[in-house]
């Protein structure tokens, strides 16, 4: 069984850092893709931002020049890099992880960034 393992979510003020990481768990193989997608109440999931395992990287307008998006291929593991934090930004982030069209998700992280 897949299982992807969030941490690093948590509440901080306006401007400050958080770094999101993902394990990935329960499978032998690499993902062709990992990323970060968020919802916030009342909004729908959208993507953060993803990298494939070429180590191509894309990012949501929003965030560019904020958010910083890596992986360890070797294990799996994707992070997020938040920087200057915006009450905006306050969501659930969900790692996502995608193979031969089968989709997986984490539980969901709670990010709150306080004014």
């Known amino acids: 069984q897949v299982r992807l393992v969030e941490s690093g979510g948590g509440l901080v003020q306006s401007g400050g850092s958080l770094r999101l990481s993902c394990a990935a768990s329960?499978?032998?193989?690499?993902?062709?893709?990992m990323g970060w997608y968020r919802q916030a109440p009342g909004k729908q999931r959208d993507l953060v931002a993803a990298i494939v395992s070429g180590g191509s990287a894309n990012y949501a307008d929003s965030v560019k020049g904020r958010f910083t998006i890596s992986r360890d291929g070797a294990r799996n593991t994707v992070y997020l890099q938040m920087n200057s934090l915006k009450p905006e930004d306050t969501a659930v982030y969900y790692c996502?992880?995608?193979?031969?069209?089968?989709?997986?998700w984490g539980q969901g992280t709670q990010v709150t960034v306080s004014s």
């Open positions: 329960g499978t032998y193989y690499s993902f062709n893709a």
């Open positions: 996502n992880a995608e193979r031969q069209s089968r989709l997986y």
